[in-house]
Antibody, heavy 120, light 107 residues
Framework: QVQLQESGPGLVKPSGTLSLTCAVS?????????WSWVRQSPGRGLEWVGD???????NYNPSLKSRVTISVDKSKNQFSLRLSFVTAADTAVYYC?????????????WGQGTLVTVSS | DIQMTQSPSSLSASVGDRVTITCRAS??????LNWYQQKPGKAPKLVIY???TLQSGVPSRFSGSGSGTDFTLTISTLQPEDFATYYC?????????FGQGTKVEIK
C-alpha cells in the first residue's frame, strides 16, 4: 500500500521560497499517473495547488501559477513543490496526495501533512 | 473557478442518527464529485468518489448521490468514529475546488 510523507522547513521568511518534498513508499512513483499538492489554511480552506504527471507534465492552480513549480524525481521515488515569493497568506498545512484518474479523478492516498509558517 | 457550497456548515447529531450533507456546485459538474472525511490533525480521507462510488474499506453506511449541480452525502446510522468534518470536491474541471466543510458534532 502506497504511503506518502512530506518533508521540508516548517518556517519560511516572507518573500522567500517554500520547498517541500513528498516521499513515496510502498510502491513505485510510476504506479500512479498523477501526483498532487493540496494545502489547507483556516482562511482559505482546502486549496488544490497543482499536480504532475509521471512524465513531468504539470497543471497548476491559476491563482498560484506564476509562483509554483512541481517536479518529480523517479530515481528517488519522490516529487517536490516549490512556491516562491511567499507571504503570510501561504501559511498552511501542505499535503501531498496521489491523484487517481481511473473512474474519475480523486485524491488518494494523502500524506499526513506538514505545517509551513511564513514569518520573519 | 467552480464554487462548491456545502450545507449545513455544522450539525449536531447523536449516535444512530441518519445524517445528510448537501453540496452544490456553481455550474454543472456531471457526477465528478468526491467526498472526504477529515478528523482533527489528520489528512482528509476519501470516502465517496464520482458522486456515489464507495471507496474501498469505507463502511456501507456511507452513501452518495446526485448529478449536475446538487449532491448529497448520507450516513445512514451515525457511529462514534464518524464525528468529523466532511468536504466535497469537484473534479470536473481545473482548478479542482473544495467545499468549505461540514462539521458533524456530537449532540
Amino acid at each position: 500500500q502506497v504511503q506518502l510523507q512530506e518533508s521540508g522547513p516548517g518556517l519560511v521568511k516572507p518573500s522567500g521560497t517554500l520547498s517541500l518534498t513528498c516521499a513515496v513508499s510502498g510502491g513505485s512513483i510510476s504506479t500512479s499517473d498523477w501526483w498532487s499538492w493540496v494545502r489547507q489554511s483556516p482562511g482559505r480552506g482546502l486549496e488544490w495547488v497543482g499536480d504532475i504527471f509521471r512524465t513531468g507534465s504539470t497543471n497548476y492552480n491559476p491563482s498560484l501559477k506564476s509562483r509554483v513549480t512541481i517536479s518529480v524525481d523517479k530515481s528517488k521515488n519522490q516529487f517536490s513543490l516549490r512556491l516562491s515569493f511567499v507571504t503570510a497568506a501561504d501559511t498552511a498545512v501542505y499535503y501531498c496526495a496521489g491523484l487517481l484518474t481511473s473512474g474519475g479523478r480523486r485524491f488518494d492516498p494523502w500524506g499526513q501533512g506538514t505545517l509551513v509558517t511564513v514569518s520573519s | 473557478d467552480i464554487q462548491m457550497t456545502q450545507s449545513p456548515s455544522s450539525l449536531s447529531a447523536s449516535v444512530g442518527d441518519r445524517v445528510t450533507i448537501t453540496c452544490r456546485a456553481s455550474q454543472t459538474i456531471s457526477r465528478y464529485l468526491n467526498w472526504y472525511q477529515q478528523k482533527p490533525g489528520k489528512a482528509p480521507k476519501l470516502v465517496i468518489y464520482t458522486a456515489s462510488t464507495l471507496q474501498s474499506g469505507v463502511p456501507s453506511r456511507f452513501s452518495g448521490s446526485g448529478s449536475g449541480t446538487d449532491f448529497t452525502l448520507t450516513i445512514s446510522t451515525l457511529q462514534p468514529e464518524d464525528f468529523a468534518t466532511y468536504y466535497c470536491q469537484q473534479s470536473y474541471s481545473g482548478p479542482f475546488t473544495f467545499g468549505q466543510g461540514t462539521k458533524v458534532e456530537i449532540k
